[in-house]
C-alpha cells in the first residue's frame, strides 16, 4: 500500500489512466515515509564506516558525496506525501519495463537523461517521465524513479475541488 496525500495521488491517477491507454500501469516501490524513517536512513547514511550496501547502491561513489550529489536528503518529499518512486509496468508481457538500471541505485547511470544505455531503455525513461511531468510532477537530475509533485499543482487540483 502506498500513501500519498490527496493531491498526489489525484494527480498519480490521472497518470496511471494516461499510461493504461498505452498499455503500461505504474508499479510504486516508495510513497510516503514518516521523517522518523529518512532520520534513520540519514544517520545510516553519515556513517562513513557502514559500507555493507555499496557494491549494490553506490559502486562507483564514495559514501561522503551521496548528500553533496543530491542522492540522500536530510528532509525528503517523501515525509510530505507528495513524493513517489515508480516505474512502468508492461500490461502485455506482464513484467516491469526495462528502464537500464535499477532503483535506488546512486550514480550517474540513474540520471534521467543518462545515453549510455539502449534507445529502448531510454525510451521507456523517458516515457514514464513524460507521463508524470504532464501531470505536475517534477523529476530530480538525478534519479529516473523519483518525482514529486510541484506545490503549482497541489493549488491548482485543491481549487478544482473546491
Known amino acids: ?9 489525484s494527480a498519480l491517477k490521472e497518470v496511471s489512466d494516461d499510461l493504461n491507454e498505452k498499455g503500461y500501469r505504474l508499479k510504486i516501490y516508495d510513497a510516503y515515509r514518516p521523517q522518523k524513517a529518512v532520520t534513520n536512513f540519514m544517520n545510516r547514511a553519515l ?3 557502514d559500507v555493507r550496501m555499496k557494491e549494490y547502491f553506490y559502486p562507483e561513489l564514495e559514501k561522503d558525496v551521496l548528500f553533496p550529489q543530491g542522492y540522500i536528503a536530510e528532509h ?7 513524493t513517489v518512486d ?3 509496468f508492461d500490461m502485455n508481457t506482464e513484467k516491469e519495463v526495462d528502464m537500464g538500471g535499477t532503483f535506488d541505485y546512486f550514480g550517474e547511470f540513474s540520471h534521467p537523461d543518462y545515453k549510455e544505455i539502449t ?5 521507456n525513461r523517458m516515457i514514464l517521465r ?6 505536475g510532477f517534477k523529476p530530480p537530475e538525478e534519479e529516473w524513479w523519483h ?3 510541484k506545490q503549482k499543482f ?8 473546491n
Open 154 to 161: 497541489l493549488i491548482k487540483i485543491n481549487k478544482k475541488e
Open 119 to 123: 534507445d529502448e531503455q531510454y525510451e
Open 1 to 9: 500500500m502506498a500513501i500519498l496525500t490527496k493531491e498526489a495521488a
Open 47 to 49: 556513517d562513513t564506516e
Open 130 to 135: 513524460e507521463a508524470m511531468t504532464s501531470h
Open 147 to 149: 518525482l514529486k509533485l
Open 86 to 88: 515508480l516505474t512502468l
Open 76 to 82: 525528503s518529499g517523501h515525509s510530505r506525501g507528495s
